[in-house]
Each structure stands twice: as structure tokens, then as C-alpha cells.
């Protein structure tokens, strides 16, 4: 979070307010007690999330409908990182929101090609074609490349394919974005490990992300389901 916060220091793009507790998911200003706050940070004051949210999150059932009417309804900014495909597991709407729910990460942190899928993505450029990563990359269930825009995929070719837990017919997108009512949603899988947010076209990737997620710059985003073979393959 301290990254997020610097990236928008340092491009002059945005403020940023780190919290570890999920009170600000309001449409009214709380304390970190949950108890009425006279002021500070609300859904009704702020342009875009970035959540790196993790298991089960304590908000009760207003501050999830909030959360659906700031993205669907105000068409607001959703920018999710690793461990969030993880979080609200008991929460249907949320796996609609975010477009894909974690499915384990059979290989741990290794080493594997990514392929940009979409250059023209906002933050893109740094990754070029794409290349060799260190990472946890993760695979998904509840995901269709039918219904989101894949921005960067993991090649596998090189993976054992036979690992305990891998799953067939997996896309394997580690970065895609879509439209969830007006909002703009993107979500990547990269940011496991430290050296993972030090790593310049990770950061360009996120900063990229959130400028297209606040409506600074547009974005195509139409499904491409052609761009992942496993998917395309079922």
C-alpha cells in the first residue's frame, strides 16, 4: 500500500488513504470503530479503490451494498491485487464484482513467461512482450475470458502441468479488466512477494490501472476470449 500511495505522490494523480480496517466502506464517514466519524475518507468522497483485502473481511451487510453501488451504480474505480480474488469467499456478488475467485497456486513462487496480452493497456509498455517473472501465480475458478478483457496471461509451456492441484482448461490471466454496471474493475495476481512491488513494470502496471480506473485515460476492454487458449479451448 505504501507503493500505491507513493506511485500517486509522485505522478501528482491522486491522494491516497491507507486503511487496515473496512470502515471506510461507508456512503458516511466512520471511525475505525465502525462508530459516525465527523469527516475523513467515505465511498461518497473518494474516485477508486485499491484493495489488497484477504479472506473473509469484516463488513456488514450495508457496507456490501455500499461497496456494489460505488462501483455498479456511481461507476467508480475497483483495482484489486493478489490475495483480493481471495477475499469474500461467502460473498456471490463480490466473485461477480471482481470476475474471478482465487483456485490455489500449485507451483508457489516460481519462475514463468508472461505475455502481454493487451499492449495497449494502460501501464503496459514496461513489459514489453512479456518475459520471465518470479512470482505465486495463481489460477482461477469462476473466471471466463468470455466476460473479461485478459491484459496479461502466464505462458505454461514450461510449467509442470502434472503438479498436484493444477487445473485444466485454466486461462491462467494474471491481469484482466472489465465493466461491472458503470465502474471500471482490473485485477492482477502479481504482488506476492516485496521484490514484486519494487519491480518498475509492476508498478507502471498498477499506476496504469488506477489512472484508467479513476477515468484519467479510456481503455478498450471488450472481452478476448481468443487471447487465452486454454479458455478458448473448452
Request: aromatic letters at 12%; a negative charge; charged letters at 25%.
Amino acid at each position: 500500500m505504501a507503493v500505491i500511495e507513493e506511485l500517486g505522490y509522485k505522478s501528482g494523480l491522486y491522494d491516497t488513504w491507507i486503511r487496515t480496517d473496512s470502515s471506510i466502506i461507508s456512503r458516511r464517514p466512520k471511525m475505525s470503530t465502525g462508530d459516525p466519524a465527523s469527516g475523513g475518507p467515505s465511498l461518497c468522497n473518494v474516485d477508486a479503490i485499491f484493495f489488497l483485502g484477504h479472506r473473509e473481511i469484516d463488513l456488514d451487510p450495508q457496507g456490501r451494498a455500499d461497496l456494489l453501488w460505488f462501483v455498479h451504480d456511481a461507476g467508480k474505480g475497483f483495482v484489486a491485487a493478489h490475495t483480493a480474488d481471495g477475499a469474500f469467499a461467502s460473498w456471490p456478488e463480490f466473485g461477480e464484482l471482481i470476475g474471478g475467485r482465487y483456485d490455489e497456486h500449485p507451483w508457489n513462487q516460481t519462475v514463468a513467461p508472461l505475455v502481454v496480452v493487451d499492449k495497449n493497456f494502460p501501464g503496459m509498455k514496461a513489459f514489453g512482450d512479456g518475459g520471465n517473472f518470479k512470482d505465486e501465480f495463481y489460477q482461477s475458478k469462476d473466471f471466463t475470458a468470455a466476460e473479461n478483457h485478459v491484459v496479461l496471461r502466464l505462458d505454461t509451456t514450461n510449467l509442470d502441468m502434472t503438479k498436484r492441484g493444477v487445473k485444466e482448461g485454466d486461462s491462467y490471466a494474471q491481469a484482466y479488466a472489465k465493466m461491472y454496471g458503470k465502474g471500471r474493475v482490473f485485477y492482477s495476481a502479481l504482488g506476492h512477494a516485496p521484490a514484486t512491488w519494487d519491480d518498475p513494470r509492476v508498478q507502471d502496471m498498477y499506476l496504469g490501472a488506477i489512472k484508467w480506473a479513476l477515468g484519467l485515460v479510456d481503455a478498450e476492454v471488450t472481452p478476448n476470449p481468443q487471447a487465452t487458449p486454454a479458455a478458448a479451448a473448452k
